[in-house]
């Protein structure tokens, strides 16, 4: 049972390449979320997927695109990348509906725009 | 808009005292509270929530939290801390009308042999 998993790990890109960052879990939870964690601002939610089929904006979705593939992954798109895309991210999951449950996080993927 | 506030960069204690993490919340409903730990370089993992019900929460690792409305705070306790406590905590709470999760800024704790 991994849990919650991410690839890469580790990813540095040239301003304005493209690049998707894998999430998969093996919970069979329903709700899934794509966070990034910047310095002094916490997380800060990009876009989640209440279940399969669906996904919706969080608070930062501007220069990213999500697809829910499955119920077990859950992929997070930077079309163009900028170096204020440069953070570290988060893939969550929960059994229960958004925000009513504990979440289950990945390792992170910990991405440098040049 | 809900919001979270965690008042302290950096909580510094000894080993062996106890320790508290302070957090305030602004919801205009009833608030889900929660609290996680972050250790270098790992994601978060979840020490304990608060939905209803009894005002004080235990959670994992001996942490406590207790839930107090009037003051809109829900701080994180620990009797007797160990060095290995130390990490990033945040705090997160959830408007009942609202679907997300809106974490703190973190309280990096740090405990001292």
């Known amino acids: 049972n991994a849990g919650v998993t991410q690839t890469p790990k580790f990813q540095v890109l040239k301003t304005g390449q493209s690049m998707t960052l894998q999430c998969a879990q093996d919970m069979n939870h329903n709700s899934m979320y794509w966070y990034r964690q910047d310095p002094g601002m916490g997380l800060r939610l990009i876009y989640y997927?209440?279940?399969?089929?669906?996904?919706d904006k969080g608070e930062v979705p501007n220069g990213y695109n999500v697809s829910r593939l499955n119920k077990r992954e859950f992929s997070l798109r930077l079309e163009s990348a900028a170096p204020s895309q440069t953070s570290v991210y988060f893939c969550?999951?929960?059994?229960?509906?958004?925000?009513?449950?504990?979440?289950?996080f990945g390792p992170g993927t910990r991405l440098t725009v040049t | 808009a809900q919001s979270v506030a965690q008042p302290e960069d950096q909580v510094n204690v000894a080993e062996g005292n106890p320790l508290t993490v302070k957090c305030t919340y602004s919801v205009s409903g009833n608030p889900y509270l929660f609290w996680y730990v972050q250790y270098p370089n790992r994601g978060l993992q979840f020490l304990l929530k608060y939905i209803t019900g009894d005002n004080l929460v235990k959670g994992s690792y001996g942490f406590e939290a207790e839930f107090n409305k009037s003051q809109t705070s829900f701080h994180l306790k620990k009797p007797s801390a160990l060095v290995s406590d130390s990490a990033l905590y945040f705090c997160?709470?959830?408007?009942?009308?609202?679907?997300?999760?809106?974490f703190g800024t973190g309280t990096r704790l740090l405990v001292s042999p």
């Open positions: 997160a709470v959830r408007d009942t009308g609202f679907q997300k999760l809106v």
């Open positions: 997927s209440a279940s399969e089929g669906t996904t």
């Open positions: 969550a999951s929960s059994e229960e509906a958004v925000g009513m449950g504990e979440q289950y």
